[in-house]
């Protein structure tokens, strides 16, 4: 076919709309079942001389050159409608597009099992280890889920929902021995409306698909546990109608025993919340338990007691821009987010939305009544008081041109421009809002099926106790459980791989031949060497950079935009890099003051997704990939996912790069297309003719879903 003709460089250009453009034999998902995301409008430029109208002055050449072009492009259109009726002639002959390797392994379906088959998580068997024990000729017919005929006749789960509460016991004598009092945040100013509780099941679907890569238990999340829509969202407006102050969604859904949690929550009226408002109600009732307090902690030690210690604050920042649109589901997401992270948390978290005005000429900047009509026009009411807003011609001021010494812009756009510098926005944001410890760079089509605290809460604690020590090398791979044993396990793995190769192991900032530099903190600097460090260096320190894809070095993969590299000495070698697909991540003031003052003094620039990890890997900060949980749709082999994720024979193999095709079939990338399909039949929705009401109905249930984070997710829907 011809996309084998095509120069593979430009099969990888980005668009200023956030994709990447099609991979080789993108043409063809239109036809795998993994993809059934309607076509995406193309955008078009506006022609500025649209509205003018030009007398045609004719003369003959000219008549003959209009009679040649109409017929050239009626053999062109006549061409082009033979090319696509040959086409459909050859699909409907059975001919079939060339699959990729990974399509030929069997397809694993435990995660549309449903509540109905829950079964507690000590009697849990694996789909993948299910297929096992079958392959083995040694089935169980205890482990595989009960067939539709088989189901009690009342449909209701075998197991009832119960309230999660990931929280500590903030009113306990432990917790208060070490920590100031919580008080209790409301969603309205009068303090009568608790924030409310989500509900899970405390059990998992009987063989319920494992994820390839990362653990729930590693990262200290609950996997005893499994969330459906009822239960996540029902507490948010989704299960009961408008007039009540609901979202009315649910109507259409399966929904036995979904009634079970109302008898201990309280139906919240959401009209007329004003989200912005109870954020900063909670902080000023807590903010004694984040602000240093010099009086209490000397009274603290005239009396010798301890110091009650203080906590660290979060920023959760949604990066938005003027024209998206807030469909209801995404509406409860971002009511979950406010509800977990800030409000039932005391004040450890503000949810803010950075939106980015795309027209320049509008004067955000000297009218507030434009400022504020700018996010009235662009945000749902409930939260309109958490936005801030910025534009590319702000940027442009905050840092100026020149960006000098570029090595290769291949997308072909401004250095100011959102798609090369999405990472300036943030920037800023973090000098206009110091007073926060960390800062969650988070995206809109991201979606957690389990609860935004224990998630976030978790990755970060995870984050804090790893060791320096092999950090770089281990952030390079995925963490396959089934594969690599424990987590020690795999350290030790990571450890010997590198001491059988060439490769030196990164220990404090790397020395490298450039000019211009910053001065790495003088903190960063390795205690001892690199033997005598027993992996303790590290232990205990918060994480700078907090990824959830690996880090890899760019240089070794033929990764699109590995050198859109600026203010370098170009005559000497490009400085090492690394990068994290997927701009979602947690960055620590330090590390963007480091950034921000490499932008605006050093002229230093590369592209969003390769800065903060060349950032952090310059000025020696303590960088993680997070082994968060990601689900494939296919049965890899083990040896086979390993082999092809974590040691590709060469750099056109790379899945960070033309090797992206297979990341395709997984629950976690920018290009990950099972990742929508699965969110949409948790929903309820119908998806690629399976899935929906009557299925679930006269099946096992809706879907139930440990903590999962998803991307991309584009668009949703539910039961209909």
């Known amino acids: 076919m011809s996309r084998f003709n095509m120069n593979p460089r430009k099969l990888f250009i980005r668009t200023r709309f956030g994709n990447y453009e099609k991979l080789p034999g993108a043409d063809s998902q239109s036809s795998s079942p993994l993809f059934s995301t309607p076509l995406i409008k193309q955008w078009k430029q506006r022609n500025p001389w649209a509205g003018r109208v030009q007398r045609p002055r004719l003369s003959i050449a000219r008549v003959l050159m209009l009679i040649i072009t109409s017929v050239l492009l009626a053999t062109m259109v006549g061409t082009s409608i033979y090319r696509r009726r040959t086409w459909k002639d050859s699909q409907n002959k059975g001919e079939e597009r060339k699959l990729y390797h990974w399509e030929h392994y069997p397809r694993l379906n435990g995660f549309f099992n449903g509540i109905r088959t829950l079964v ?59 920590h100031e009092k919580v008080e209790t945040c409301y969603i309205d100013s009068n303090d009568t409306v608790e924030a409310p509780d989500i509900y899970a099941y405390p059990g998992i679907p009987q063989n319920m698909t494992e994820p390839f890569f990362g653990s729930l238990e590693e990262l200290g999340l609950n996997d005893k546990v499994c969330f459906e829509r009822f239960g996540r969202l029902g507490p948010y407006g989704y299960s009961y109608s408008r007039e009540e102050g609901g979202l009315g969604i649910s109507g259409k859904s399966e929904s036995a025993g979904s009634d079970k949690m109302w008898a201990t929550e309280k139906k919240i009226d959401y009209r007329g919340v004003d989200w912005g408002n109870a954020q900063k109600r909670c902080y000023e009732k807590n903010k004694v338990r984040f602000v240093k307090n010099d009086t209490a902690t000397e009274e603290a030690k005239r009396n010798e007691a301890p110091a009650k210690q203080k906590l660290k604050r979060h920023a959760y920042i949604l990066r938005t821009w003027t024209g998206y649109k807030y469909s209801d589901y995404q509406i409860l997401t971002i009511r979950a987010m406010i509800n977990e992270l800030a409000l039932k948390s005391g004040g450890e978290y503000d949810i803010h939305f950075l939106l980015h005005v795309k027209d320049d000429s509008l004067p955000i900047w000297s009218s507030e009544e434009i400022y504020q009509k700018t996010i009235q026009d662009n945000l749902p009411q409930e ?90 090398e281990r952030a390079t791979r995925y963490y396959v459980p089934e594969l690599h044993g424990s987590w020690h396990n795999f350290t030790d793995m990571v450890e010997e791989e590198i001491y059988n190769s060439d490769e030196k192991p990164v220990w404090g900032p790397p020395k490298f031949e450039n000019s211009g530099m910053l001065p790495y903190p003088p903190e960063t600097e390795p205690p001892r060497s690199y033997l ?159 899935g929906g009401t009557e299925e679930e109905e006269n099946g096992s249930g809706r879907l139930c879903i440990r903590p999962t984070l998803f991307h991309p997710v584009k668009y949703e829907q539910g039961a209909d």
């Open 120 to 178: 507690p998580y000590r009697d849990w068997v694996s789909e993948q280890d299910y297929i096992r024990k079958s392959a083995s000729g040694n089935p169980d017919d205890n482990i595989k889920p009960k067939k539709p005929a088989a189901l009690n006749d009342n449909k209701e789960p075998p197991i009832d929902p119960i309230p999660f509460n990931p929280y500590p016991d903030f009113a306990s004598a432990d917790y208060l021995s070490t």
């Open 383 to 472: 939260f309109w008081g958490m936005a801030t807003l910025w534009s590319e011609q702000q940027m442009r001021m905050y840092y100026p041109e020149p960006f000098p010494n570029n090595v290769y812009n291949h997308a072909k756009a401004p250095v100011h421009s959102v798609y090369r510098s999405a990472h300036f926005a943030m920037q800023w944001f973090a000098q206009v809002h110091p007073e926060y410890d960390f800062y969650w760079n988070w995206e809109m089509d991201l979606r957690m099926s389990g609860h935004y605290h224990e998630f976030n809460t978790k990755v970060g604690e995870w984050a804090k106790r790893q060791p320096r020590k092999g950090m770089w």
């Open 532 to 690: 005598q460090d027993n992996y303790e260096w590290g232990v205990g320190e918060d994480a700078d950079l907090i990824t959830f894809n690996p880090i890899f070095d760019p240089a070794k993969t033929n990764w699109v935009f590995r050198d859109d590299v600026s203010g370098y000495d170009l005559e000497l070698p490009e400085p090492p890099r690394r990068c994290a697909i997927i701009t979602v991540s947690r960055l620590s003031k330090r590390l963007l003051d480091i950034m921000h003052r490499e932008t605006y003094l050093m002229k230093h620039h590369m592209f969003p997704e390769m800065w903060p990890p060349t950032v952090a890997f310059h000025h020696g900060l303590k960088a993680v990939y997070a082994p968060h949980a990601v689900y494939f749709d296919h049965n890899w082999p083990l040896e086979a996912i390993d082999g092809t994720f974590n040691h590709p024979p060469k750099p056109t193999d790379s899945v960070f790069g033309w090797g992206e095709h297979n990341q395709l079939g997984n629950s976690f990338y920018y290009n990950a297309g099972f990742s929508a399909t699965w969110w949409r039949r948790w929903l309820g929705s119908r998806e690629n003719d399976q």
